[in-house]
């Protein structure tokens, strides 16, 4: 249960970063920026379960 809060308000967070961006910039930054997070994110997390003992 506590993984899944974690995991629900950093995704709270990072939509907010994005729509901070889409605000401020417009969508094609604001696309290019999320999904840029998102493609590191799965790479952080491919590795990690890849190196997890």
Do not use: E, P, Q
């Not at 899944?4 to 417009?26: S, T």
């Not at 094609?28 to 493609?39: D, E, T």
């Amino acid at each position: 249960m506590k993984s899944l809060i974690i995991d629900v308000a950093g995704l709270a967070g990072f939509g907010a970063l994005v729509a901070g961006i889409y605000l401020r910039y417009g969508t094609a930054v604001a696309l290019m920026s999320g999904g840029s997070g998102l493609l590191v994110w799965a790479l952080f997390a491919a590795w990690r379960t890849k190196h997890v003992s």
